[in-house]
């Protein structure tokens, strides 16, 4: 298994980090933190659209690129370091991969074109308030083609055109599409950790909807959509770890106590070591997850849930660390240590905390254990 990457994709990866660098970075971030009511930042979303990174993934028939997963996750990577006030999750991880994965020819031409333009922002609407989904006692309801009930917390929510919800329809569960521009649909504003990342709540009353894949499909569906959003949001938070780390490294090198550069001491050097080996551990879980997904291969499942862990655990490290180590100036507003803080904590909770897939992981290695 060659798990290096090649010169091209290296390439597309360059690129994005020199478009990011000059477009994007912790000023369009806390542009956003300070302004929530702008919500994301629209000319780098148009910017980011006009590279083709919304449609990386998607075949050329659809209006999309034509590379692989293997490009996606580094842009994904490079979307983390950056810090990019953008919808590019909920769109490109949570709505394009759901038509990818489960819709008709007719499904992703009406929607693969304008959501690889930017025309559209989409977004994924499982979750019915705090703590662990629980599919089973799900509210929403879809019958008849109407969709009823609610979702909270949505990403991007208020900006979402489309959202790909998962509902109940009769004893099973399914996923439908819902134009949230149409009758029927309310939305409303949450507070969030990370405001660059928004969240907001969807209400729906009698709304028009349409099924995505076959009835009592949602389950599985919806499990394999989170499972390829657990890797790619992997490869932001790893991005944005190692952003932070390198960021805490200059600072420590550049501070002096006792006559002495703070980098030099035994202490950080060893709780610097650590943040780098949890971020090469994430590194790591992401390379063989990036394999498996771009190979449709079985262990997808298991590879997942090992960069889910791996990753937030890494990205939260680096960020509390980074603020200890900026000493009294990295608890300020002006310094930039807590909008990482803040999109590790944001990324973090997405699409459940990494304690739920640690479970997860394990209750897979068993089913494997037992199949094998």
């Given amino acids: ?58 075949p050329e028939s659809y209006g999309g ?3 692989s997963y293997l490009e996606l996750v580094l842009i994904a990577e490079e979307i983390g370091r950056a810090l990019a006030p953008i919808p590019f999750a909920s769109t490109v991880y949570g709505a394009t991969e759901a038509l990818l994965l489960a819709g008709t020819d007719e499904q992703k031409q009406q929607y693969l074109p304008r959501l690889v333009a930017g025309e559209l922002i989409g977004t994924l609407a499982y979750a019915e308030g705090p703590g662990a989904f629980d599919a089973a006692s799900s509210q929403c309801t879809f019958k008849d083609g109407t969709l009823s009930g609610g979702k909270a917390p ?14 109940r329809e009769g004893d099973a569960g399914s996923l439908v599409l819902v134009d949230l521009d149409g009758s029927g649909v309310e939305r409303g504003a949450l507070d969030s950790i990370d405001p660059s990342r928004p969240l907001a709540t969807l209400r729906f009353d009698d709304a028009a909807a349409t099924r995505l894949g076959e009835v009592g499909q949602g389950d599985a569906l919806l499990g394999a959509l989170l499972d390829r959003a657990a890797v790619m949001t992997g490869f932001e938070q790893i991005g944005g770890a190692a952003q932070a780390f390198e960021t805490t490294k200059e600072f420590t090198l550049g501070r ?37 997904l771009s190979t449709a291969n079985e262990e997808l499942p298991i590879a997942a849930c090992s960069v889910r862990v791996a990753a937030c ?23 930039d240590c ?22 997860l992981l394990i209750d897979r290695l068993e089913a494997q254990g037992a199949m094998g």
């Avoid at 970075?25 to 910017?47: F, N, Q, S, T, Y």
Wanted: charged share 25%.
């Fill in 1 to 58: 298994m060659n798990l290096e990457f090649s010169e091209d994709q290296k390439f597309v990866q360059h690129t994005a980090r020199e478009f990011l660098a000059e477009h994007a970075g912790p000023e369009a971030c806390r542009k956003i933190v300070e302004e929530p009511a702008l919500r994301l930042d629209r000319e780098l979303w148009k910017g980011v659209a006009e590279m083709g990174w919304l449609g990386a993934a998607v």
């Fill in 65 to 67: 690129a034509g590379m």
């Fill in 154 to 167: 949505v990403p991007d929510g208020e900006d979402a055109g489309l959202a790909v919800v998962y509902a």
């Fill in 256 to 292: 002096y106590a006792f006559g002495r550069p703070v980098a030099s001491f035994q202490a950080l050097k060893h709780r610097m070591a650590d943040v780098y080996a949890a971020i090469e551990v994430a590194r790591s879980n992401g390379y063989f997850a990036a394999w498996a």
């Fill in 313 to 335: 655990e890494a990205y939260e490290l680096a960020t509390e660390e980074m603020i200890q180590m900026h000493g009294g100036v990295g608890f300020t507003w002006e310094y």
């Fill in 338 to 359: 807590h909008l990482y803080y803040r999109r590790a904590q944001a990324l973090a909770a997405g699409l459940g905390r990494a304690t739920s897939w640690r479970d």
